[in-house]
C-alpha cells in the first residue's frame, strides 16, 4: 500500500513536471542532399505516444519539455534523435540513407515504403545492374538477379528475341503464367508477336520497349501477397520499373553521355562429322555417261568424302562457268559456321537531368543498332523519354512520365526449315556454304543444292530448279524476308494534391500505345509459292486512376493508408492481309498482287475493367507492422451477371533485432503473408459464335461456308484464384556485410480459365473452364556479403537460389490430363502435359523399351532396340535456379561478373535429333570399339555396338547394327528418350571491367566522371549437362509459354565490347 | 470548405467506379465472329472434308496403289495412330448442329431436305471413320459439354446407326420441295442427295457379307429399291477448283510441292498393263524410257524417280477431281451382290452389272472415252467368269477405286481380294485398321480402355485387330 501511493505521488509528480514545462517546439526537415523540405516525416517524441508528422513544406510543430527526445524518422533516411532544449525552433536535416538503398522499395502502385515494413519478399535491382553489357531486351538483364525469377533467354542471333520470365515456377496450368510489367506505375503490354511452335521470326516481347538506360531500379513483386493490389492482373507477379527522374533542388543540370560497341561472334557449334558426304547409300550415282554424281538429298549417310571427281549441283547448272565439270568429293569442315558473319552492336544514349526549386526534368535519347550474325538482318532501335514535375503551388503539383519507342528490324526465320537454321538438321557435309553466297546466276536462276538433275540431260532443268525441303539459306536471307517495325508511346500525366499534411491525392491519365507492323515476303524461286503477309496490329490500354495517400503518426503508431480507383480500357486491332496462289508478278510484294483471292482478316478486342482498392499498414514502434490491402475489380469480359470480384491480402512483419540487442545483428525480421490475386481471361470467352470457312468458288457458284468452331465457350466462367501464404525472414549482421533473406512460399492456383482438352469426339478440341489446381512449393534465398571493404579494394558479393516444386492436385471431374503442348516429327509425336498427381510440365514421349528385372534396353530379333509410347520423362522445369554476383573494386577499377546457373528441367531437342538421323553428327561416323568405322560393313567389323536383353531369347545380348539402320531409322526416328536433355548449366553471363578516371585527370577535362569498360557477354559456357551445340539457356524461339523444344535453335552469339560512359 | 469538396469528389469517384459493374452489351459481343449460323453453309463446310477421306497417303498405299519413291516409312505401316478427332470436331459437329438446329431458315430450302442431307453426310463420315477405327463414340458423341467423355460404341451399333440415318433421310426428301442452297457436291439436287443416300446405305450394307449376311442383305434391298445412283452424271465427286485453296491435294504435292513421291505401285501396273486397261495413261504417267513401270511396294529404301511410272498427270491437276461414291461402285456391288444371291438373277445378272460397271468405270476415268474398252474386255482374265465371279469382281472394283483408298482397303479387307502382300522383308501384316490417337488414353481412359478390351476379336490397339465386320 505504501509503494503504491509513493508511485502514484511519483507519477503525479512527474506529469505535472512535463505539463508544466512542454512547449510548442516547430521546424522544417529537409533533406542534407538538395535541402528540400521533405514532407511526412514522423517526429515523435521518444517514450510517449506523441508524435505528428512534417506537412508538405516539411514543417511540423509538436508539444515537447525541454530534455525529452524527438525521434525523427523517414523512410530512406538515416533517423535523427534530437533533445529539445531551450528554442523553439528545431530544424532538422536528415541524411539519405546510403548505406542501404534498398530499404526503399517500390511496391504495388508505385507506393515507396521501407522494407522494414513489408510482410513479402519484393527484391529490388538497381538500373546500374541491368546496363552492365547493354542488352537490348531489358527482361533478359534480370536473369540471375533476382531469387526466384528465372528468365529463359534466346540467342543473340534473333536480336532483341523473347525473353520469358517465370516466377515461381509455372503457376499456370497453361504456363502462361507471365508477370504484369509496370513502368513507373503505368502498366504496359508484353505481347509477343512471334509465333508459339518456335518457328519463323521472334520479334521478342513488346515489354524491351523501355530503354534500360532509362531505368533507375526494377522491383518485382513476386507473391500475390505483393502484387495483390493489382487484383485480376496480379496472379504471376509484377515486374515494377522505376525510371531515372530528374531532381528538384539547387538549378542544376547532369548530361549524361554513353556509347557501347560490341562484336558479335557466333559459337557453340555442334560437332559433326567429315567423312561420309551426301547420300543414303555409301555407293555413288552415275550419270549415264558414266560420270560419279551428287543429287540433291539432305542427307549425309553417302560415300566417304575421299576426292572422288563428282558432278556438284553447280555443275549441273548451263549458267555456271563449271558446267559439266568433275570437282573433288571433300568434306567442308566448316560449313555451318561459314553462314554466320561477325555482327556488331552499336549503341548511343545522351540523357540530361535537370532541375530547380520546384520543378525537375529529364530528357534521354537511346539509339541502337544490331548487325545480325546473319547475313542481311538488323535492329535500328530509337527511344525517346521524357519525365518531369512541377510543383505548381506548394500543395499541387502536376508531372508527366512520356516514352516513345521504335524500332525495325529485319530478321531470320527461326526453328526447322529457317533462314540457314536447318542446315545441322539435313545438310550435305560436302557443300561449301561459300558456294552457296552466290545464291542467283546473273539470269536469275537460283542456286539451289536441294534440287535433284535430270539425268539423262545431266543438268537442273528449270522446271527441276525447285527444292525440296531446303532452300539456298543466302536465298532465304536475301530474298525471303520478316520485315516488322513498332512505334510505341506510353507513359502517363499526373497531378497530385496535398489536401493535408498527412493526406495527398494524385490523379493520373495513364496510356500505352502502340503499332506494330509485321510482313512476310516469299520470293519466286524457292521451295515455296511466291507471296506476301502483312499485318497491321494495333494496342491501346488506358488506365484512368485516382489515388488518396494517407500518413500519419501518433506516437508510435504510423498508419499508411492509400485508397484509390483505376479503370482500364484495352483496345486491341489488327488487319492481316495474304496473297494467295502466289503472286501475279515476280517479287511484287503487295496484297493487290495476289493470284487467287487474297486472304484478310481484320479483328477486334476490347476489354473493360473498373477497380478500386484500398490498403492499410500500421507500424508499431517501428517494430510491429501490419499490412491489409483489398482490392475490388470488374471485368467486362467475364459472365455481366458476375463479373466483380475480391482480392484481399494480409501481411505483417516483425523487426526483432533492436530488442534482441545483439551486437552482430544489425538488422532481423521476420514476415508472414497471405493474398489471393487472380487473373481473367480474354473477351469473347463467354458467348457462343461460328466461324467463317473457306470459299468455294467458280464460274457457276459462290459458296461462303460457316462452322463451328473447335473450342467451346462458356457463359458460366468465374476468375481463377490464387492463394498464396509466404513467409520468411531478413537478416542482416556485421553492419551490414553479411545478410540472409530466406523465404518460403506456398501458392495454390485454383480454377484457371482453361481451354480443357478434350476427347475430340465431344465434337469439340477444348473447353473453356474453370479448371484445376497447381501448387508451387519453394524456398528462395539471398546472400550478400561484402568480404572486403577498404579504399582501395572492395568485393561485395550476391547470390540467388531458388527451388520450386510443382504439382498438379486436380484438373477437371473425368480428365487427369491436359496437353499444353507437342510436336510431330515423322508422325512421332512428343507431349508436354499436365498430369495430376505430377509436377507441371511433363513430357510424355517415345522411349526405350527396357527389362523390367534389370532395366536394361530390351532388343528386337534383329537386336535393335525396341521402344514404347507413351513414356513420361518428367517435368522440363527447374529443380532450382539462381545467379551469382560479383563486383570488385580495386583502386580505379571495377571488375563485375554475373553467373547464372539452373539445375535439372528438360528439353527435347529436335536439332540433336535430326543431325544424327541426317547422319551429320560426329557420332554417326565415329569409331566403334573394334575400331572400325561404325559405317562400315557389320561384317567387316563396323556396325555400332548394342547391348541389351533380347526379346527373343532372355537373354543379354551384345551385337553391332547397321548404323544407318540404328541412327536413321530407329533412334533419330522413333527414341525421343535419346533426344531429351537435362537443361542444367553454369553460365557466365556478363563480365565487365571498368576504369574510372581519377579525379585528378578529370579536372583537365570538362567531365565530372568518366568511367570506360571492356565488356562480355554470354562469354562463356563454365558447364552444360546437354552436349555441344545446344544452348540450354537460349531456349526461347517464339511466343510458346514453356520452353520445352529446340528446333534449329541459332547459335550461341557471344558479344564482346566496349562502354563509355561520360558524365558533364 | 475545401475539405468538403474533397470529400464530395472522393465520393463522386468512387461512385462512379463502383457503381459500374454494369457494362455496355456491345463491348462482351465478338464483332469478329458471327453469332448465327446458316444450316447450308455449315453443310457446305462439312463438304469440304469429303476429299480428304481420299487425298491422303496412307489410304492409297494400303491397298498398293501407290509406291513410295522416297521415304518410303509410310507404305511400310511405321505410322500406326490415326487421329480421328477431326472427323468430329470438323463435318460431324457442323450436321450435328443442323441436324439439331431448331432455325435452319427455309430461304436456303425445305428445312426437311437440309436436315436429310446433313443426315446423309453424318452417316457418310461415320461409315468411313468407323471402317477405319473400329469401334467409336456415336450414341454419346458430339454432345459438347454435355458429355466430357464420350463412351465407344460397337461398330456393330454404329452400322445400326448409319443405316437409321440413311432410312430417316431417304424418308424425309421432298424432292419436289425444291433445292438446298450451298451445296457444291450435287448443286442442291434433292433427286442426286437421294440416290447417293441410298447408294451409301446399299454399300455399307454390303460390308456386312461376311459379319451378318442377313442383315446385309436386308438392308441391301431396302437401299436397291429406294433408288441408287444409276449415272456417271450422279457421281458422288469433289470437284476441286483452279485456286491455291481448293486446289487436288496430289497436285499440291506434285506440282507446288514439286514431290515426286508416289509412283503407281508395280502391284496395280500389273493387273492393268499386261491387258492394256485403258485407264492406266489415267492411272500413271510413263517413266522416262517411255514405259509404264510400276515401283515394287514398299521397298525399304529410296529408287532412281526416273525408271517408274509416276501418279498419272491427269490425276493430279490443280482441280482434278475427287471420285468419292460412282455409279460402277454401285454396279459392282451389285454385281457381287448377285454372285451372293442377295438380289436375284445369279450369274448373269453379276454378269451384265460387271460388264456394265466396268465399261461406266473407264467412261468416269477416261472422259467417256471408250476406246480399247471391248478389246480390254475381251481378255479372258478379264471377262467374267461364274467360277472366279467374285474374284473378277473385287478385282476390277479394286481398279476401278484407284485413289479411293480408304474404300478400296475396306473391300480388300472384307474380301481378301485382290491378293495383296505386305512388302516381302518387313515381316509385318497389311493393317486391318487404323489405332486410335494416342491423345485419348490421356483424355478419355477408362472408355478407350473399355473400346479396346472390347474389341470383337481381340488384339490390341495397333493396326492388326480387326473390326467387327471384318470377320477372320
Known amino acids: 500500500m505504501k509503494k503504491t501511493i509513493t508511485l502514484l505521488i511519483l507519477l503525479l509528480i512527474s506529469t505535472l513536471t512535463l505539463w508544466a514545462q512542454e512547449k510548442t517546439i516547430s521546424g522544417k526537415i529537409t533533406s542534407t542532399e538538395d535541402g528540400l523540405p521533405i514532407p511526412g516525416v514522423s517526429v515523435t517524441v521518444k517514450g510517449t505516444n506523441k508524435g505528428t508528422s512534417t506537412d508538405g513544406n516539411g514543417s511540423y510543430s509538436i508539444q515537447a519539455a525541454p530534455g525529452a527526445v524527438l525521434w525523427i524518422r523517414s523512410i530512406g533516411f538515416q533517423p535523427k534523435e534530437i533533445t529539445v532544449g531551450s528554442g523553439a525552433v528545431i530544424n532538422v536535416s536528415l541524411s539519405p540513407d546510403s548505406q542501404n538503398l534498398n530499404e526503399i522499395v517500390v511496391t504495388a502502385l508505385g507506393i515507396k515504403r521501407s522494407e522494414k515494413s513489408l510482410g513479402y519478399s519484393a527484391q529490388q535491382v538497381k538500373g546500374d545492374d541491368l546496363t552492365l553489357t547493354k542488352q537490348q531486351n531489358v527482361l533478359g538483364t534480370l536473369a540471375g538477379k533476382i531469387a526466384g525469377v528465372q528468365v529463359v533467354g534466346s540467342s543473340g542471333a534473333s536480336m532483341g528475341g523473347t525473353q520469358k520470365i517465370k516466377i515461381r515456377g509455372a503457376n499456370s496450368l497453361t504456363g502462361k503464367d507471365q508477370p504484369l510489367m509496370v513502368v513507373d506505375g503505368t502498366p504496359i503490354s508484353n505481347q509477343n508477336f512471334s509465333n508459339s511452335t518456335s518457328n519463323g521470326a521472334d520479334y521478342g516481347n513488346v515489354g524491351q520497349d523501355i530503354n534500360p538506360d532509362d531505368i533507375e531500379s526494377v522491383s518485382v513483386l513476386k507473391g500475390p501477397a505483393a502484387s495483390a493490389l493489382y487484383g485480376l492482373r496480379g496472379q504471376y507477379g509484377v515486374i515494377m520499373i522505376t525510371t531515372k527522374k530528374g531532381k528538384k533542388g539547387p538549378k542544376e543540370l547532369t548530361v549524361q553521355l554513353s556509347s557501347a560497341f560490341a562484336i558479335e561472334k557466333t559459337g557453340n557449334f555442334m560437332p559433326l562429322q567429315n567423312i561420309y558426304g551426301v547420300g543414303n547409300a555409301q555407293t555413288f550415282l552415275t550419270l549415264p555417261n558414266g560420270q560419279k554424281y551428287l543429287d540433291g538429298n539432305d542427307e549425309s549417310w553417302g560415300p566417304k568424302m575421299d576426292g572422288t571427281p563428282v558432278r556438284m549441283y553447280y555443275s549441273f547448272y548451263k549458267q555456271d562457268p563449271r558446267y559439266g565439270q568433275l570437282t573433288p568429293f571433300v568434306p567442308q569442315p566448316d560449313n555451318i559456321k561459314n553462314l554466320y558473319q561477325t555482327g556488331y552492336n552499336l549503341n548511343n544514349n545522351i540523357s540530361v537531368a535537370g532541375g530547380n526549386e520546384n520543378s525537375a526534368l529529364r530528357f534521354s535519347y537511346n539509339n541502337g543498332y544490331i548487325g545480325g550474325v546473319l547475313p542481311n538482318t538488323w535492329l535500328k532501335r530509337n527511344n525517346l523519354a521524357v519525365n518531369g514535375s512541377l510543383d505548381l503551388t506548394k500543395k499541387l503539383s502536376v508531372g508527366a512520365n512520356i516514352n516513345y519507342a521504335n524500332n525495325s528490324a529485319q530478321r531470320p526465320t527461326e526453328g526447322y526449315q529457317g533462314s540457314g537454321t536447318g542446315s545441322v538438321q539435313w545438310f550435305q557435309r560436302n557443300i561449301d556454304m561459300n558456294e552457296l553466297r552466290n545464291y542467283k546466276y546473273p539470269d536469275g536462276t537460283i542456286k539451289n543444292w536441294n534440287v535433284n538433275p535430270d539425268k539423262t540431260l545431266a543438268t537442273i532443268t528449270p522446271d527441276g530448279n525447285k527444292p525440296s525441303d531446303w532452300n539456298n539459306p543466302f536465298f532465304d536471307l536475301y530474298e525471303n524476308l520478316n520485315k516488322d517495325s513498332r512505334d510505341r508511346f506510353f507513359g502517363d500525366v499526373n497531378i497530385s494534391y496535398q489536401v493535408l499534411p498527412e493526406l495527398k491525392l494524385s490523379a493520373f491519365a495513364r496510356s500505352d500505345r502502340f503499332t506494330q507492323n509485321i510482313s512476310h515476303q516469299e520470293a519466286l524461286g524457292g521451295r515455296n509459292l511466291d507471296g506476301y503477309w502483312v499485318g497491321k496490329y494495333q494496342n491501346t490500354e488506358n488506365n484512368y486512376e485516382f489515388l488518396g495517400q494517407f500518413n500519419k503518426t501518433w506516437g508510435e503508431l504510423s498508419l499508411n493508408g492509400n485508397f484509390g480507383a483505376n479503370l482500364l480500357t484495352q483496345n486491341y486491332s489488327y488487319l492481316r492481309q495474304e496473297t494467295q496462289g502466289g503472286l501475279s508478278s515476280p517479287a511484287f510484294y503487295n496484297i493487290e498482287g495476289s493470284v487467287d483471292r487474297p486472304l484478310v482478316t481484320s479483328y477486334l478486342r476490347r476489354k473493360e475493367v473498373r477497380s478500386m482498392y484500398a490498403t492499410a499498414s500500421f507500424g508499431y514502434k517501428d517494430t510491429y507492422f501490419l499490412e491489409g490491402t483489398i482490392r475490388n475489380d470488374n471485368s467486362s469480359a467475364l459472365p455481366k451477371n458476375n463479373n466483380s470480384y475480391w482480392y484481399p491480402s494480409v501481411s505483417g512483419s516483425f523487426v526483432f533485432n533492436e530488442l534482441l540487442k545483439w551486437e552482430p545483428l544489425s538488422y532481423g525480421k521476420v514476415r508472414l503473408g497471405y493474398a489471393i490475386a487472380g487473373s481473367d481471361l480474354s473477351p469473347y470467352q463467354t458467348g457462343y459464335y461460328y466461324e467463317i470457312g473457306n470459299t468455294y468458288k467458280n464460274d457457276l457458284v459462290n459458296i461462303n461456308t460457316q462452322y463451328v468452331p473447335d473450342q467451346l465457350n462458356n457463359p458460366a466462367i468465374k476468375p481463377s484464384f490464387a492463394h498464396s501464404m509466404e513467409a520468411g525472414i531478413d537478416l542482416r549482421f556485421l553492419k551490414n556485410r553479411v545478410g540472409l533473406e530466406f523465404t518460403y512460399y506456398n501458392q495454390e492456383n485454383q480454377n484457371e480459365i482453361i481451354p480443357l482438352t478434350v476427347p475430340g469426339a465431344t465434337g469439340y478440341s477444348s473447353f473453356i473452364v474453370n479448371a484445376g489446381k497447381i501448387q508451387n512449393k519453394g524456398i528462395e534465398v539471398t546472400l550478400t556479403g561484402k568480404p572486403v571493404v577498404s579504399k582501395f579494394f572492395s568485393w561485395d558479393a550476391t547470390l540467388n537460389f531458388s527451388r520450386n516444386r510443382s504439382m498438379i492436385k486436380e484438373l477437371y471431374p473425368d480428365v487427369n490430363t491436359y496437353r499444353l503442348d507437342y510436336n510431330t516429327y515423322s508422325k512421332v509425336d512428343i507431349f508436354l502435359n499436365a498430369e495430376v498427381g505430377k509436377p507441371f510440365g511433363n513430357l510424355v514421349g517415345q522411349a526405350y523399351q527396357r527389362d523390367a528385372a534389370t532395366g536394361k534396353i530390351l532388343l528386337d530379333k534383329n537386336n535393335l532396340p525396341m521402344y514404347e509410347a507413351n513414356h513420361d520423362f518428367g517435368t522440363v522445369l527447374p529443380k532450382f535456379t539462381g545467379g551469382f554476383v560479383n563486383n570488385f573494386h580495386i583502386g580505379s577499377f571495377d571488375l563485375s561478373a554475373m553467373i547464372d546457373f539452373q539445375s535439372g528441367g528438360k528439353f527435347f531437342s529436335w536439332t540433336k535429333m535430326l543431325a544424327v538421323k541426317s547422319g551429320q553428327a560426329a557420332e554417326t561416323a565415329a569409331l566403334n570399339d573394334k575400331g572400325f568405322n561404325v559405317r562400315d560393313a557389320v561384317a567387316n567389323g563396323g556396325g555400332v555396338k548394342v547391348s541389351g536383353i533380347s526379346s527373343v531369347t532372355g537373354q543379354e545380348v551384345t551385337a553391332y547394327v547397321e548404323a544407318r539402320n540404328y541412327y536413321r531409322n530407329l533412334l533419330g526416328t522413333q527414341v525421343y528418350e535419346e533426344w531429351l536433355m537435362d537443361a542444367s548449366y553454369v553460365k557466365l553471363r556478363e563480365i565487365s571491367l571498368g576504369y574510372n578516371l581519377s579525379q585528378k585527370t578529370l579536372k583537365k577535362l570538362p567531365f565530372r566522371s568518366a568511367k570506360i569498360a571492356l565488356v562480355a557477354r554470354n562469354p562463356l559456357m563454365i558447364w552444360q549437362k546437354a552436349p555441344k551445340g545446344l544452348d540450354p539457356s537460349d531456349l526461347s524461339a517464339g511466343s510458346a509459354s514453356i520452353s520445352w523444344i529446340e528446333k534449329g535453335q541459332l547459335p550461341t552469339v557471344r558479344s564482346y565490347g566496349i562502354n563509355l560512359n561520360l558524365t558533364f | ?472
Open chain 2, 1 to 472: 470548405m475545401k475539405r468538403i469538396h474533397t470529400l464530395t469528389g472522393l465520393l463522386a469517384m468512387g461512385l462512379f467506379f463502383s457503381s459500374c459493374s454494369k457494362f455496355n452489351d456491345d463491348i462482351n459481343t465478338n464483332p469478329n465472329k458471327p453469332t448465327v449460323a446458316s444450316g447450308t453453309k455449315l453443310i457446305a463446310n462439312a463438304e469440304f472434308y469429303l476429299q480428304d477421306m481420299s487425298s491422303n497417303a496412307y489410304g492409297n498405299l494400303y491397298p498398293q496403289y501407290l509406291s513410295n519413291t522416297t521415304f518410303t516409312e509410310d507404305a511400310r505401316y511405321s505410322t500406326v495412330y490415326f487421329n480421328y478427332y477431326t472427323w468430329y470436331t470438323g463435318p460431324m459437329m457442323n450436321l450435328e448442329t443442323v441436324i439439331n438446329s431448331g432455325s435452319l431458315d427455309i430461304k436456303e430450302g425445305p428445312i426437311v431436305n437440309q436436315i436429310a442431307v446433313a443426315k446423309i453426310l453424318k452417316a457418310y463420315f461415320l461409315w468411313h471413320v468407323t471402317d477405319r477405327w473400329g469401334n467409336l463414340p456415336f450414341s454419346q458423341a458430339l454432345k459438347g459439354k454435355d458429355l466430357v467423355n464420350p463412351v465407344y460404341d460397337k461398330q456393330q451399333d454404329i452400322y445400326t446407326g448409319i443405316f437409321k440415318l440413311l432410312d430417316e433421310a431417304n424418308a424425309s426428301i421432298v424432292v419436289a420441295g425444291g433445292n438446298i442452297k450451298n451445296d457444291f457436291m450435287y448443286n442442291g439436287d434433292m433427286t442426286s442427295w437421294k440416290k447417293f443416300g441410298n447408294t451409301i446405305h446399299m454399300l455399307a450394307a454390303l460390308r456386312l457379307s461376311k459379319v451378318d449376311p442377313q442383315l446385309g442383305k436386308t438392308e441391301f434391298n431396302k437401299a436397291l429399291a429406294a433408288g441408287v445412283i444409276d449415272n456417271n452424271n450422279l457421281n458422288f465427286t469433289y470437284r476441286n477448283l483452279s485456286d491455291a485453296v481448293n486446289q487436288n491435294y496430289w497436285y499440291n504435292s506434285f506440282s507446288i510441292l514439286k514431290r515426286k513421291w508416289y509412283a503407281v505401285s508395280k502391284t496395280l501396273v500389273d493387273r492393268m498393263k499386261p491387258f492394256n486397261d485403258p485407264r492406266l495413261a489415267i492411272y500413271a504417267d510413263k517413266n522416262l524410257a517411255g514405259n509404264y513401270v510400276g515401283l515394287d511396294y514398299g521397298l525399304n529404301s529410296s529408287v532412281v524417280v526416273d525408271n517408274y511410272s509416276l501418279l498419272g498427270a491427269a490425276i493430279r491437276q490443280q482441280n482434278s477431281p475427287v471420285y468419292l461414291v460412282t455409279y460402277a461402285q454401285a454396279l459392282f456391288a451389285q454385281a457381287e451382290a448377285a454372285k451372293i444371291t442377295w438380289i436375284p438373277g445369279g450369274d448373269a445378272t453379276a454378269q451384265s452389272n460387271y460388264d456394265l460397271a466396268i465399261e461406266q468405270s473407264i467412261r468416269q476415268w477416261n472422259n467417256n472415252d471408250v476406246s480399247g474398252l471391248a478389246a480390254f474386255k475381251a481378255n479372258p482374265e478379264i471377262a467374267y467368269d461364274a467360277t472366279n465371279g467374285l474374284a473378277k469382281i473385287a478385282t476390277q472394283r479394286w481398279v476401278h477405286l484407284f485413289m479411293n483408298g480408304y474404300e478400296s482397303w475396306a473391300e480388300w479387307r472384307r474380301t481378301g481380294l485382290p491378293v495383296l502382300n505386305p512388302p516381302a522383308d518387313l515381316g509385318k501384316p497389311i493393317p486391318r485398321r487404323e489405332a486410335y490417337p494416342t491423345l485419348e488414353r490421356s483424355v478419355n481412359t477408362a472408355n478407350y480402355n473399355a473400346a479396346v478390351a472390347a474389341f470383337p476379336y481381340g488384339g490390341a490397339d495397333d493396326l492388326n485387330a480387326r473390326v467387327w465386320w471384318d470377320k477372320p
